[in-house]
């Protein structure tokens, strides 16, 4: 079997470790929304997930640089997308449940495949999208939450009377 040269540890630089450092902080923020709610997906998962994507972006980008180099084998790093939603997407898949014909933890589960995309952007050093990503998760989970408790929750659980 014939492998890729090894990566020697004393390459570990400070991009590297600011793109994997980013991506971990960025997901545990995401999951603390989740795991202050009580959702089943919360601080780790959010964090491993987002951290996760990060590590197979930044190697998926080695490796093409690395191979590219050594002969044309026309390797796709974009691949990491399809790879990442398959797994995130079985994750995703097994928080969702229907009970009593209500949907539950739709949100917590697009929530981590944005964990997922923002650990890509991380990996990949696409720092500008990795704040506005961050900012736009942060107001929606937030903002909008304060919102829909103001103002659409009093009105659902209304009953039709007092409407």
């Not at 997407?89 to 209500?102: H, R, T, W, Y």
């Amino acid at each position: 079997m014939e492998l890729n040269a090894g990566t020697p540890l004393h390459w570990i630089d400070m991009e590297v470790l600011l793109r994997l450092g980013v991506a971990a902080l960025i997901g545990l923020a995401l999951g603390l929304d989740r795991e202050l709610k009580g959702n089943s997906a919360g601080l780790r998962t959010h964090g491993l997930i987002c951290f996760s994507a990060a590590v197979m972006t930044v190697c998926s980008i080695a490796l093409y640089h690395q191979l590219r180099q050594s002969d044309e084998s026309g390797m796709d790093p974009l691949r990491i997308f399809e790879g990442a939603g398959a797994f995130v997407g079985i994750i995703a898949a097994g928080l969702i449940v229907v009970s009593k014909g209500e949907v539950h933890n739709l949100t917590t589960a697009a929530h981590l495949w944005l964990a997922t995309v923002i650990g890509i952007a991380c990996g990949a050093g696409q720092w500008p999208l990795v704040l506005v990503a961050a900012i736009v998760a942060i107001v929606m989970m937030t903002l909008l939450r304060v919102a829909e408790k103001r103002w659409i929750e009093p009105k659902v659980s209304r009953t039709p009377e007092e409407r």
